[in-house]
């Protein structure tokens, strides 16, 4: 009830304000001002470089645009969001309140998107995530301010599953993770997809965030004797496990899957632990796309560093928000006209082509994707134009 | 569970709560000795473990990296008793614990400079990279082995410095009674510059050894701090007796926590029952001996 009670009070407040900016004449703004995007991304700690990948994308686009977005020149606003929660009302509080920037784009980490969405929902700014994976982003918490051009966790989840489930091989799987809000929503996504074909779960096994001992669990996965594993961790977490997995004579006995996250960005790291394990996401190395080498030529060019799935998100956000903007003209006052416009776009993305959700999530392709050498190398489309779990479309009531 | 998994499992959880041992060591050792709560103890097993993959990488051998690291720990360590813990000595607990977290800081800013923040791995050395068959599935790394082997042979070594030898017998006695032994012509000051400098060489060493199996990544000092202060505080703070009973304790429960559900009817009951074994143990030991299990009465 008080939930409702405030999302009414957001509308209403969205409302009033953007009534009081229609009264500017638009024109004067349109030619006039340059458009405030505020970039609320981790800057520092271990997602940093997450962080600046976004930004680099995004900058990319904005560069390829000719440096305008509807006409108009950006400018920029800072906060490094330290990936910290607790610090994230009051870092998007100075974006909104106190810079009044047109835009925030953030962020990395779900954690801190959800106490972003909370913020924007209420003052209506435009709000684009470019990374954060959480369900209730566009389910529960959904809003028509709020804009995800990333992904949804269960998506990659549930594209795994849906690629095991037609395996013959493949009857009955042990899942591991950590148990926390990403760790339970590629489960539930891969147990959405592959249940359906009539396989079982053996066991559900979960170590509690962030713990990165492994053995008693890797012994618990050789007595049970799966066809196969699906495992979600990531970073540092990752890196051990796949190592552990492999040290414990598993891989070459029980074929591991996993969301792409299981596997970027710590190849180098892991080495020859990784070779053959097979993950989901909506993007992949040598995609072999004319789309993707221009992209990965440019962003090479501009930045000096190789791009990654992160560079192409902040990448799209930048592609959509100049469709939205185009349509307006650089009018960020008609912000409900510029919505349905990033709404009904098609964007060209170097991952292929999507396009939105009723809820605000990406409907794209989900790929499969095989470790071989430090690349995680395409292996095919594992679910064509995907949309957002059933579940979290029902509980997201935006209009 | 059949027999077989249990004693994999059995294995599983000494082996685990003997690498903890040689962390917390390090920790309960300096405390017990020098009353000093160093909360930076973490931040050194993170530096073990970043500089045997740069080491390692140096020298192209982990067998040159060992020595040149816990030599580089030590020298720290030397370092950091000159300059800074000197003057902590006769201050109150809490002003230990604000300077040594700024250290942590200080530490992951100046490893994210010096290395980045990538994950990164160490190989296991040549001669241990074998695997021993113990199902048709499940194979256990000499490595690991080898891990326990050398945390036990750290241990039977602490033992004898600290009660067969006229170092160990000054080390015990300056704790007991700083200013007594200062009174008798013996340098203290020196004695606590060797016990730091080991403190914090066994948390490298650990790193160290913990790093080809592990991972090398930002953060991983922090998650080994927690459970660190666990086992000092189950075992007793200060003893050395104490941090290798609850060392194992906590390596048990936390295995067999991770793999034991209670289960009625098909339901899991207290699905998060495996994250809580740890701190239900401490919760148990407190409430029977709030000193820990070897600790001193106040």
Same mark, same amino acid.
């Given at each position: 009830?008080?939930?409702?009670?405030? =999302?009414?009070?957001?509308?209403?407040?969205?409302?009033?304000?953007?009534?009081?900016?229609?009264?500017?004449?638009?024109?004067?703004?349109?030619?006039?001002?340059?458009?405030?995007?505020?970039?609320?991304?981790?800057?520092?700690?271990?997602?940093?470089?997450?962080?600046?990948?976004?930004?680099?994308?995004?900058?990319?686009?904005?560069?390829?645009?000719?440096?305008?977005?509807?006409?108009?020149?950006?400018?920029?606003?800072?906060?490094?969001?330290?990936?910290?929660?607790?610090?994230?009302?009051?870092?998007?509080?100075?974006?909104?309140?106190?810079?009044?920037?047109?835009?925030?784009?953030?962020?990395?980490?779900?954690?801190?998107?959800?106490?972003?969405?909370?913020?924007?929902?209420?003052?209506?700014?435009?709000?684009?995530?470019?990374?954060?994976?959480?369900?209730?982003?566009?389910?529960?918490?959904?809003?028509?301010?709020?804009?995800?051009?990333?992904?949804?966790? *269960?998506?990659?989840?549930?594209?795994?599953?849906?690629?095991?489930?037609?395996?013959?091989?493949?009857?009955?799987?042990?899942?591991?993770? *950590?148990?926390?809000?990403?760790?339970?929503?590629?489960?539930?996504?891969?147990?959405?997809?592959?249940?359906?074909?009539?396989?079982?779960?053996?066991?559900?096994?979960?170590?509690?965030?962030?713990?990165?001992?492994?053995?008693?669990?890797?012994?618990?996965?050789?007595?049970?004797?799966? #066809?196969?594993?699906?495992?979600?961790?990531?970073?540092? &977490?990752?890196?051990? =496990?796949? !190592?552990?997995?492999?040290?414990? &004579?598993?891989?070459?006995?029980?074929?591991?899957?996993?969301?792409?996250?299981?596997? #970027?960005?710590?190849?180098?790291?892991?080495?020859?632990?990784?070779?053959?394990?097979?993950?989901?996401?909506?993007?992949?190395?040598?995609?072999?796309?004319?789309?993707?080498? @221009? =992209?990965?030529?440019?962003?090479?060019?501009?930045?000096?560093?190789?791009?990654?799935?992160?560079?192409?998100?902040?990448?799209?956000?930048?592609?959509?928000?100049?469709?939205?903007?185009?349509?307006?003209?650089?009018?960020?006052?008609?912000?409900?006209?510029?919505?349905?416009?990033?709404?009904?776009?098609?964007?060209?993305?170097?991952?292929?082509? *999507?396009?939105?959700?009723?809820?605000?999530?990406?409907?794209?392709?989900?790929?499969?994707?095989?470790?071989?050498?430090?690349?995680?190398?395409?292996?095919?489309?594992?679910?064509?134009?995907?949309? #957002?779990?059933?579940?979290? +479309?029902?509980?997201?009531?935006?209009? | +569970?059949?027999?077989?998994?249990?004693?994999?499992?059995?294995?599983? &959880?000494?082996?685990?709560?003997?690498?903890?041992?040689?962390?917390?060591?390090?920790?309960?050792?300096?405390?017990?000795?020098?009353?000093?709560?160093?909360?930076?103890?973490?931040?050194?097993?993170?530096?073990?473990?970043?500089?045997?993959?740069?080491?390692?990488?140096?020298?192209?051998?982990?067998?040159?990296?060992?020595?040149?690291?816990?030599?580089?720990?030590?020298?720290?360590?030397?370092?950091?008793?000159?300059?800074?813990?000197?003057?902590?000595?006769?201050?109150?607990?809490?002003?230990?614990?604000?300077?040594?977290?700024?250290?942590?800081?200080?530490?992951? @800013?100046?490893?994210?400079?010096?290395?980045?923040? #990538?994950?990164?791995?160490?190989?296991?050395? @040549?001669?241990?990279?074998?695997?021993?068959?113990?199902?048709?599935?499940?194979?256990?790394?000499?490595?690991?082995?080898?891990?326990?082997?050398?945390?036990?042979?750290?241990?039977?070594?602490?033992?004898?410095?600290?009660?067969?030898?006229?170092?160990?017998?000054?080390?015990?006695?300056?704790?007991?009674?700083?200013?007594?032994?200062?009174?008798?012509?013996?340098?203290?000051?020196?004695?606590?510059?060797?016990?730091?400098?080991?403190?914090?060489?066994?948390?490298?060493?650990?790193?160290?050894?913990?790093?080809?199996?592990?991972?090398?990544?930002?953060?991983?000092?922090?998650?080994?701090?927690?459970?660190?202060?666990?086992?000092?505080?189950?075992? &007793?703070?200060?003893?050395?007796?104490?941090? +290798?009973?609850?060392?194992?304790?906590?390596?048990?429960?936390?295995?067999?926590?991770?793999?034991?559900?209670?289960?009625?009817?098909?339901?899991?009951?207290?699905?998060?029952?495996?994250?809580?074994?740890?701190?239900?143990?401490?919760?148990?030991?407190?409430?029977? !001996?709030?000193?820990?299990?070897?600790?001193?009465?106040?």
């Amino acid at each position: 009830m008080i939930k409702r009670r405030r =999302f009414l009070k957001g509308v209403a407040a969205g409302a009033a304000v953007a009534g009081a900016e229609l009264a500017v004449p638009a024109l004067a703004l349109a030619q006039g001002a340059k458009i405030k995007v505020g970039l609320m991304l981790p800057y520092t700690g271990t997602y940093a470089p997450l962080g600046v990948a976004i930004e680099n994308g995004f900058r990319l686009a904005l560069q390829e645009a000719g440096g305008k977005f509807g006409g108009r020149e950006i400018e920029f606003f800072k906060v490094d969001d330290e990936s910290e929660p607790a610090k994230a009302t009051d870092n998007v509080n100075r974006l909104v309140n106190r810079d009044k920037v047109d835009v925030v784009l953030g962020t990395v980490h779900s954690g801190v998107a959800a106490a972003m969405i909370r913020v924007t929902r209420e003052s209506g700014t435009l709000h684009i995530i470019p990374n954060a994976g959480v369900g209730v982003a566009t389910g529960a918490l959904c809003a028509p301010n709020v804009i995800r051009t990333s992904f949804s966790n *269960w998506q990659s989840g549930y594209a795994m599953g849906v690629v095991m489930s037609h395996r013959k091989n493949a009857k009955s799987v042990v899942t591991i993770t *950590w148990r926390y809000a990403a760790g339970e929503e590629f489960v539930k996504g891969f147990k959405d997809g592959y249940l359906k074909g009539g396989g079982k779960i053996a066991k559900e096994l979960w170590v509690p965030f962030p713990n990165v001992e492994f053995q008693p669990l890797l012994t618990e996965i050789a007595a049970v004797k799966p #066809d196969a594993v699906y495992a979600f961790f990531a970073g540092g &977490g990752a890196a051990k =496990f796949l !190592r552990d997995y492999a040290q414990a &004579g598993l891989k070459d006995k029980i074929p591991l899957v996993g969301p792409g996250f299981l596997t #970027d960005g710590v190849l180098e790291a892991v080495g020859s632990a990784a070779q053959g394990v097979e993950t989901a996401l909506h993007y992949a190395d040598s995609l072999n796309t004319k789309r993707d080498k @221009e =992209f990965r030529l440019a962003y090479a060019k501009a930045f000096k560093l190789q791009p990654d799935v992160y560079a192409v998100q902040g990448y799209d956000s930048g592609l959509l928000l100049a469709a939205g903007l185009k349509a307006v003209n650089g009018d960020v006052s008609r912000k409900k006209e510029l919505i349905a416009a990033m709404e009904k776009a098609t964007v060209d993305s170097p991952r292929g082509k *999507w396009r939105l959700s009723r809820a605000h999530n990406p409907i794209q392709d989900i790929y499969l994707r095989k470790v071989v050498g430090v690349e995680n190398k395409y292996s095919g489309v594992a679910v064509k134009a995907l949309d #957002d779990d059933p579940a979290a +479309m029902a509980a997201c009531k935006m209009r | +569970m059949d027999f077989h998994t249990f004693l994999i499992q059995l294995l599983n &959880g000494v082996q685990y709560g003997l690498l903890l041992f040689l962390v917390a060591s390090g920790l309960t050792l300096v405390f017990g000795i020098m009353g000093i709560i160093n909360v930076a103890h973490g931040s050194f097993y993170m530096i073990g473990a970043y500089l045997a993959w740069w080491l390692a990488g140096r020298f192209d051998s982990f067998w040159i990296a060992l020595p040149a690291g816990i030599a580089l720990t030590a020298a720290i360590g030397v370092a950091l008793e000159t300059f800074i813990i000197r003057h902590l000595y006769d201050r109150d607990h809490l002003y230990q614990v604000l300077l040594t977290y700024g250290l942590i800081l200080v530490f992951e @800013e100046t490893r994210s400079l010096l290395w980045g923040d #990538d994950v990164r791995g160490v190989q296991i050395p @040549e001669v241990l990279s074998a695997s021993i068959r113990l199902t048709e599935t499940l194979s256990y790394p000499v490595y690991r082995l080898w891990i326990s082997a050398v945390c036990l042979m750290v241990a039977g070594l602490m033992y004898w410095v600290l009660q067969k030898t006229r170092l160990g017998m000054i080390i015990r006695a300056g704790s007991f009674n700083r200013d007594m032994v200062q009174s008798l012509g013996i340098n203290v000051q020196l004695v606590y510059r060797i016990v730091f400098a080991a403190g914090i060489a066994l948390a490298g060493l650990a790193g160290m050894i913990a790093a080809p199996v592990s991972a090398v990544f930002p953060g991983m000092g922090n998650q080994v701090l927690i459970i660190c202060f666990v086992v000092i505080v189950i075992g &007793g703070m200060g003893s050395v007796k104490g941090a +290798m009973l609850a060392s194992l304790l906590i390596g048990l429960a936390d295995t067999f926590g991770k793999v034991i559900h209670l289960e009625a009817g098909g339901v899991r009951l207290l699905p998060e029952l495996s994250s809580m074994t740890v701190y239900l143990l401490m919760a148990i030991v407190l409430l029977w !001996r709030p000193e820990g299990v070897f600790g001193r009465r106040p």
